[in-house]
């Protein structure tokens, strides 16, 4: 046809231009990186040449060898490429070196087990190489259309494949979510129902509930009804009561008030010596009892309250039976009066019957240790210890005048030598333990180190007495206070820190006798008892005044607590009974204790020849006897049982008289303490007293 004759001329055209001539690598995108390399390499023949050869060349030569000689136009156009094949490329290929690699197999593959050969470049310049080339690309485009084909096939194929799987998985994931969405479903159904009625239920539990908190809310507040008006009436009768109460006790005040004041009325006689005093003793004695009544009905009311009807009553009581005594004393001084007054009218008369040659009567003979004793005690201490006592209190106000400029000074340097002073007197027996013997050995040396003058460390410096001329007195004075302290808070808390503290005292007491005198006064002072002394009251004396004479502590118009009193001086009691005691171990054996056991003694045997007082005298006793009641036993040995016998049979009715129901814990414990005492024949070493062992420590 001519338009493919047009064609193939136009084809023919542009093979012989410039561009044309290109070579065009049809698998540069399955080769990638190899295709700029034929523009450098030299031309080759395709892989496919030597299959060619072999397969395609013989035939064609021999079709084509009759007609060698004269080849006919038709055969010519037979043998010419065929319209729609280009021209082989074989002339536009530049020859180039074979690249390393397998040959190539008819399917186009290559071989991978073949070995590698170079091969010659071959430039095929005649039409009948083209033919064949030509053929060949004929060949690969019709076996690459074949595969496209079949593979176009198989992916069809493959895809019909797949939308079926994946409508299948999808109706299988709708059923699914079906299933799943049903059994959810049912799930929250099951679960809403098991809800409403565990809601219907809990409704109903509620209103029954509701009905039960009603009801309990009535009888609640009927109860708070109740309560309310049950507590303004207590309120009504404990304002009546505290009425009552403050009423009585300021009646209690004025009663003993009257009563002390009958009672000095009744003393006032001691002022004189008067023959008849010994006739007046019991009634002393019985009005220093009611005293002491009514100072324990007091004490009590200061712990509890206020005073009941009874403690008034028998506040009233006792203040009736005062009068009864003064009325008494009245008559009795009344009839002495009397006495004396036709004694003197008679002796009178006589003298002017017999003359003046009459001479005056004898005295009448004071009875001997042999007469009859009087049943009734004493109530004041004797002379001679009462002026050991004033003594002992006039040598402590000494020394306090005697450092009142340092004590005084407001300079900042005295204030300074003040304090550091105190600290090195003091901080020493606050060290004082039962931990070591030397421990207590190197407190002692301490101590006596700064009454000697000698200076000593306290706070990282040197302290001395010579520092100031007042200094000693200051720490002599201090030294003192600072054991007595002790004894009253350490020994009241801890029983066995009395023996340490002790023997401390009693050795600082052997070098330096006036640190023991000022012991004695801050001990008489803090607990009179120790005397033994009972501050008498006066008239016109404060009554908070009066209780400190007799050791209790006043904040205000604030009395401390029985209790309390009792521990104090229970600690100073057993402090003292440790001192008279025990001796310094490392001082000289042949001196003798500045305040021994003879002390001891006589403290003794002067409390039983006393009225005891009321829960004081028993808590004494007790302490006393259990700290130094085995050193008299071993000193007195047989007069010792003989006092203990005369406590249990004597004085253990005395002061179960005196003592209330409230008050029977000291005196049951004295008692039984006592008894077991005298029936083991035996007082027990005290406990923590210091064994020669503790000294090796």
């Known amino acids: 046809m001519p338009s493919e004759g047009r064609c193939w001329e136009t084809l023919q055209a542009l093979r012989s231009s410039d561009k044309g001539r290109l070579c065009y690598h049809r698998d540069w995108l399955l080769q990638g990186e190899d295709i700029l390399e034929e523009c450098t390499s030299v031309p080759k023949l395709s892989s496919y040449a030597g299959w060619v050869v072999d397969h395609v060349l013989p035939h064609t030569q021999e079709n084509l060898a009759p007609s060698e000689t004269s080849p006919s136009p038709a055969s010519t156009v037979g043998l010419g490429p065929p319209p729609f094949a280009p021209r082989s490329p074989v002339e536009s290929l530049v020859l180039s070196s074979a690249s390393p690699g397998a040959p190539a197999t008819p399917d186009g593959t290559k071989g991978r087990g073949e070995p590698q050969h170079a091969e010659e470049p071959v430039a095929l310049q005649s039409p009948r190489g083209a033919h064949v080339e030509g053929c060949i690309r004929m060949y690969e485009l019709v076996h690459r259309m074949k595969g496209m084909e079949g593979l176009r096939q198989w992916q069809e194929e493959q895809e019909r494949r797949v939308r079926a799987l994946s409508e299948m998985a999808s109706e299988q994931l709708k059923r699914f979510d079906e299933r799943k969405e049903l059994k959810h479903h049912k799930e929250f159904q099951d679960l809403r129902e098991m809800m409403e009625k565990s809601s219907r239920e809990a409704l109903g539990q509620q209103e029954k509930l509701k009905a039960e908190h009603r009801h309990r809310a009535k009888i609640l507040n009927l109860k708070l009804r109740e309560a309310e008006q049950q507590r303004q009436k207590q309120v009504e009768q404990e304002r009546l009561r505290r009425e009552e109460g403050q009423g009585r006790l300021r009646s209690l005040y004025a009663l003993q008030e009257e009563l002390l004041h009958l009672n000095q009325q009744l003393d006032s006689g001691d002022q004189h010596g008067d023959p008849l005093k010994v006739d007046l003793s019991a009634l002393r004695t019985r009005g220093n009892q009611l005293c002491s009544l009514i100072s324990g009905i007091l004490r009590a009311t200061s712990e509890d309250g206020f005073p009941t009807a009874e403690d008034q009553a028998v506040a009233e009581r006792a203040l009736q039976e005062m009068r009864e005594l003064c009325a008494s004393a009245r008559a009795r001084e009344d009839q002495r009066r009397q006495e004396e007054k036709e004694a003197q009218v008679k002796q009178q008369e006589s003298q002017m019957q017999q003359g003046p040659e009459v001479g005056k009567e004898p005295p009448a003979p004071s009875q001997g240790p042999g007469g009859k004793q009087s049943e009734d005690l004493q109530v004041k201490v004797q002379d001679s210890t009462m002026q050991w006592y004033q003594q002992l209190q006039e040598a402590s106000s000494q020394c306090v005048r005697a450092f009142e400029g340092l004590a005084s000074s407001k300079d900042s340097q005295v204030k300074k030598i003040k304090m550091d002073l105190q600290k090195a007197a003091t901080i020493p027996v606050s060290q004082i333990s039962t931990l070591a013997g030397s421990k207590l050995k190197e407190i002692f040396d301490k101590i006596h180190s700064l009454l000697s003058g000698k200076p000593v460390q306290c ?30 808070e350490e020994v009241a808390s801890h029983h066995e820190a009395a023996f340490p503290i ?11 006798p006036r640190v023991g005198d000022l012991i004695l006064a801050h001990l008489h002072k803090n607990c009179p008892y120790s005397v033994p002394f009972y501050p008498a009251f006066k008239e016109g004396m404060a009554l908070e005044g009066y209780q400190r004479l007799l050791g209790y502590q006043v904040k205000g118009s604030k009395v401390e607590q029985q209790d309390n009193f009792l521990k104090r001086m229970s600690g100073m009691i057993r402090f003292y009974a440790a001192v008279i005691q025990l001796q310094w171990p490392y001082g000289a054996r042949q001196q003798v204790h500045p305040h021994g056991l003879n002390h001891g003694w006589r403290w003794l045997a ?13 808590t004494l006793l007790f302490d006393f006897l259990e700290v130094c009641g085995n050193a008299l036993m071993k000193q007195y040995q047989a007069q010792f049982w003989k006092m203990m016998l005369l406590i249990k049979e004597d004085y253990f009715p005395r002061i179960e008289a005196i003592t209330s129901s409230g008050q ?6 004295l008692k039984q303490f006592l008894e077991k005492c005298l029936q083991r024949k035996e007082i027990p070493v005290p406990k923590g007293f210091l064994t020669a062992s503790f000294w090796r420590t």
């Open 502 to 512: 002790a023997v401390v005292a009693s050795g600082i007491w052997e070098l330096h």
């Open 606 to 618: 002067q409390i039983l020849n006393m009225e005891p007082l009321s829960d004081v005298t028993a």
């Open 459 to 488: 706070g990282g410096r040197p302290v001395s007495v010579s520092m100031d001329p007042q200094g000693l007195d200051f720490v002599q004075y201090k030294l003192a206070e600072k054991f007595v302290k002790q004894g009253e």
């Open 664 to 669: 029977m814990g000291s005196f049951i414990r």
